[in-house]
């Protein structure tokens, strides 16, 4: 899944350019006045004292971090996941595996089978937060998934059909009964199950038919669900009906696109093959419907705590990030408004107004100002450059480009100002769905002749500026994300700018994007690495972290891949703290949040999530803010 890091043109988010497996993705697209060290394709790490031995997670335990165990069936929760809803979940399980609520399983042989296949029931809240945690994981067909959001545990009483019912169900059937028993519950052609089903739905239909005959009681036409999903489906209405979790009303009219039997005397009359193999008491099946209130065994929750909806502000995590930067803030933007907090979330301060778009944002190396773009104006205004004094919240616009800024930024002696700038508009018309008819340049200017510019009442244009990176239009060349090193090369005295190349912007199969750096004075263009974007230094200058949470480390040229555990959205973009001892990131897609972590390379480094606001990059001062 693309990770939409981006900010889109107009008054939207657009997403981030991967590179896949073109075999341009590894060409030399440089201009020939660049340079290019010899940059690793695969991360190494250099070597180092072995570490004492710590417990090693799974994927799996990363991602799902809350757990209960049903005889010794998982269930595990993304992080953020209700655990009520877990705990109905297991309630449900048990009472399906063990009806008579003894404490036994009802087929011991069914248990048995499904831990040895690994059955998990995986849950998150809704489908985001869960394709976001299973995008890493081996796919299995022993998982079944179930969202919070479809958890109803008083769903008879609210006149609401509880997917538990189901989703638990179907993880049953079709890793334990269809194992222990393939001849009758076998999800294959010419089981007994099988052939049952190719009676109720009017013949057999290896895949969904245009349409079915007018004599069939099961009528699925899920595109996606093959044969054996089918039989999985069918089990389901089938058993349910036979318990009474469809007789609800207005419950027919509900399901009658798919199953006409929504009724224990309905199925006994019109499937008698299903209804015989279903009641069959030599197999162990349910005949109560579960309620969710097992009386045999209370199941708690175990695993890192719920991060995913804002972390308390007294988090040690928050808190210790507090200490070690004492004075620092943070910048963001919320895609209207520039804001600005202590790296714990508190003392949130408005600085700006820059609705009704803007981002790309950054510190002057005074922490005075904060710079970013903004479409502030009349409509269809290109997003230009602004500034806002911390201090007194004075908001001034800075350039006239009348064509879009994509990232600007102050070099941290005070002495250049780099922007990018795009070669149009993308707030008229439909420009902002094609973006591939448009290229950036970088551009650069003395900061001196910027502010005499401004203090004349003016704005800078292209024409007070000097081009330190650009390519032809045709080349298709974009030149932004723009990062200034903190510290000045000792050789020259000169700053040096890190900024991403994408080729065919807004192209997902055919773009890629690398990462250069370059001097103020447009010597010394040196690819960083490839298939990188959003580059952004430390405050010793010494590692460039990227959007994947990789960095650079220039001390010995390798790449590192930095982790976070216990947060389930997608995380990006980290910023190093000014310690070198924690990092703020992106979490999620759209309304973003900030999270925080240390830095570390290990499998369980814990992360946060810094309360409830929308933050879009974050970003550490430079110095203490009075």
């Given at each position: 899944?693309?990770?939409?890091?981006?900010?889109?043109?107009?008054?939207?988010?657009?997403?981030?350019?991967?590179?896949?497996?073109?075999?341009?993705?590894?060409?030399?697209?440089?201009?020939?006045?660049?340079?290019?060290?010899?940059?690793?394709?695969?991360?190494?790490?250099?070597?180092?004292?072995?570490?004492?031995?710590?417990?090693?997670?799974?994927?799996?335990?990363?991602?799902?971090?809350?757990?209960?165990?049903?005889?010794?069936?998982?269930?595990?929760?993304?992080?953020?996941?209700?655990?009520?809803?877990?705990?109905?979940?297991?309630?449900?399980?048990?009472?399906?595996?063990?009806?008579?609520?003894?404490?036994?399983?009802?087929?011991?042989?069914?248990?048995?089978?499904?831990?040895?296949?690994?059955?998990?029931?995986?849950?998150?809240?809704?489908?985001?937060?869960?394709?976001?945690?299973?995008?890493?994981?081996?796919?299995?067909?022993?998982?079944?998934?179930?969202?919070?959001?479809?958890?109803?545990?008083?769903?008879?009483?609210?006149?609401?059909?509880?997917?538990?019912?189901?989703?638990?169900?179907?993880?049953?059937?079709?890793?334990?009964?269809?194992?222990?028993?393939?001849?009758?519950?076998?999800?294959?052609?010419?089981?007994?199950?099988?052939?049952?089903?190719?009676?109720?739905?009017?013949?057999?239909?290896?895949?969904?038919?245009?349409?079915?005959?007018?004599?069939?009681?099961?009528?699925?036409?899920?595109?996606?669900?093959?044969?054996?999903?089918?039989?999985?489906?069918?089990?389901?209405?089938?058993?349910?009906?036979?318990?009474?979790?469809?007789?609800?009303?207005?419950?027919?009219?509900?399901?009658?696109?798919?199953?006409?039997?929504?009724?224990?005397?309905?199925?006994?009359?019109?499937?008698?093959?299903?209804?015989?193999?279903?009641?069959?008491?030599?197999?162990?099946?349910?005949?109560?419907?579960?309620?969710?209130?097992?009386?045999?065994?209370?199941?708690?929750?175990?695993?890192?705590?719920?991060?995913?909806?804002?972390?308390?502000?007294?988090?040690?995590?928050?808190?210790?990030?507090?200490?070690?930067?004492?004075?620092?803030?943070?910048?963001?933007?919320?895609?209207?408004?520039?804001?600005?907090?202590?790296?714990?979330?508190?003392?949130?301060?408005?600085?700006?107004?820059?609705?009704?778009?803007?981002?790309?944002?950054?510190?002057?190396?005074?922490?005075?100002?904060?710079?970013?773009?903004?479409a502030k104006g009349a409509n269809e205004s290109a997003w230009e450059a602004f500034r806002v004094n911390v201090e007194t919240k004075e908001l001034t616009q800075l350039s006239l480009f009348e064509e879009d800024v994509r990232s600007l930024g102050v070099s941290p002696d005070g002495e250049y100002l780099a922007i990018s700038i795009m070669s149009g508009n993308s707030n008229i018309g439909e420009n902002n769905d094609n973006l591939t008819q448009f290229h950036t340049d970088l551009?650069?200017?003395?900061?001196?002749?910027?502010?005499?510019?401004?203090?004349?009442?003016?704005?800078?244009?292209?024409?007070?500026?000097?081009?330190?990176?650009?390519?032809?239009?045709?080349?298709?060349?974009?030149?932004?994300?723009?990062?200034?090193?903190?510290?000045?090369?000792?050789?020259?005295?000169?700053?040096?700018?890190?900024?991403?190349?994408?080729?065919?912007?807004?192209?997902?199969?055919?773009?890629?994007?690398?990462?250069?750096?370059?001097?103020?004075?447009?010597?010394?263009?040196?690819?960083?690495?490839?298939?990188?974007?959003?580059?952004?230094?430390?405050?010793?200058?010494?590692?460039?972290?990227?959007?994947?949470?990789?960095?650079?480390?220039?001390?010995?040229?390798?790449?590192?891949?930095?982790?976070?555990?216990?947060?389930?959205?997608?995380?990006?973009?980290?910023?190093?703290?000014?310690?070198?001892?924690?990092?703020?990131?992106?979490?999620?897609?759209?309304?973003?949040?900030?999270?925080?972590?240390?830095?570390?390379?290990?499998?369980?480094?814990?992360?946060?999530?810094?309360?409830?606001?929308?933050?879009?990059?974050?970003?550490?001062?430079?110095?203490?803010?009075?």
């Amino acid at each position: 899944m693309n990770l939409p890091k981006k900010f889109a043109l107009s008054t939207s988010l657009i997403p981030l350019i991967l590179c896949g497996t073109l075999a341009g993705c590894n060409s030399d697209n440089t201009d020939s006045s660049t340079t290019k060290p010899a940059v690793p394709n695969l991360p190494t790490t250099p070597t180092a004292p072995n570490p004492p031995p710590k417990e090693t997670k799974t994927e799996l335990e990363i991602a799902f971090p809350l757990h209960t165990k049903v005889f010794n069936i998982p269930i595990r929760g993304v992080s953020g996941t209700s655990k009520d809803a877990m705990l109905h979940a297991a309630n449900v399980m048990a009472q399906y595996l063990d009806n008579n609520e003894d404490g036994v399983p009802d087929n011991q042989a069914i248990v048995d089978r499904m831990v040895a296949q690994e059955a998990t029931l995986l849950m998150a809240k809704n489908s985001t937060d869960f394709e976001s945690a299973v995008k890493k994981l081996e796919q299995k067909d022993t998982y079944q998934d179930l969202l919070g959001d479809e958890v109803k545990p008083n769903g008879v009483e609210n006149g609401e059909f509880d997917a538990t019912l189901e989703e638990v169900l179907h993880l049953i059937t079709h890793v334990g009964y269809a194992g222990v028993y393939p001849e009758v519950f076998g999800e294959v052609v010419d089981s007994s199950i099988a052939d049952a089903m190719d009676i109720a739905r009017g013949g057999r239909f290896e895949s969904i038919p245009n349409s079915y005959p007018d004599n069939a009681w099961y009528t699925y036409d899920d595109e996606s669900c093959e044969y054996g999903c089918m039989i999985t489906e069918y089990t389901y209405w089938s058993l349910t009906s036979i318990l009474g979790a469809q007789k609800n009303p207005g419950r027919e009219e509900e399901i009658s696109n798919e199953w006409k039997l929504n009724t224990k005397e309905k199925v006994a009359m019109q499937d008698p093959t299903i209804f015989a193999i279903l009641t069959d008491a030599s197999y162990g099946l349910a005949v109560v419907l579960p309620n969710g209130d097992y009386s045999a065994k209370e199941f708690t929750i175990e695993g890192i705590d719920d991060h995913s909806v804002g972390t308390d502000i007294n988090h040690e995590i928050l808190q210790s990030a507090l200490a070690a930067n004492s004075g620092y803030k943070v910048a963001y933007g919320d895609t209207t408004k520039i804001w600005m907090m202590n790296p714990d979330g508190s003392d949130v301060t408005e600085l700006a107004d820059a609705s009704p778009i803007s981002g790309y944002v950054s510190w002057g190396p005074e922490a005075d100002y904060v710079y970013f773009a903004s479409a502030k104006g009349a409509n269809e205004s290109a997003w230009e450059a602004f500034r806002v004094n911390v201090e007194t919240k004075e908001l001034t616009q800075l350039s006239l480009f009348e064509e879009d800024v994509r990232s600007l930024g102050v070099s941290p002696d005070g002495e250049y100002l780099a922007i990018s700038i795009m070669s149009g508009n993308s707030n008229i018309g439909e420009n902002n769905d094609n973006l591939t008819q448009f290229h950036t340049d970088l551009y650069i200017m003395k900061m001196n002749e910027a502010k005499d510019v401004w203090a004349q009442g003016n704005k800078i244009t292209k024409a007070d500026m000097s081009l330190l990176v650009s390519s032809p239009a045709a080349d298709q060349f974009w030149y932004e994300e723009l990062n200034w090193s903190p510290k000045v090369s000792t050789d020259d005295g000169l700053p040096v700018l890190a900024y991403s190349k994408t080729w065919r912007y807004d192209e997902d199969d055919v773009s890629y994007t690398h990462v250069y750096t370059i001097n103020a004075d447009g010597s010394d263009n040196t690819l960083i690495a490839e298939n990188k974007d959003q580059p952004i230094y430390d405050f010793d200058g010494q590692r460039l972290t990227f959007l994947d949470l990789s960095y650079f480390d220039f001390s010995d040229h390798t790449l590192h891949q930095l982790k976070v555990t216990g947060i389930s959205q997608e995380i990006s973009a980290p910023a190093i703290s000014p310690d070198g001892n924690f990092m703020i990131f992106e979490v999620g897609d759209e309304n973003r949040k900030a999270g925080m972590a240390r830095i570390s390379e290990e499998n369980d480094n814990e992360g946060v999530i810094i309360g409830e606001l929308n933050v879009y990059e974050p970003r550490w001062s430079p110095v203490p803010v009075n």
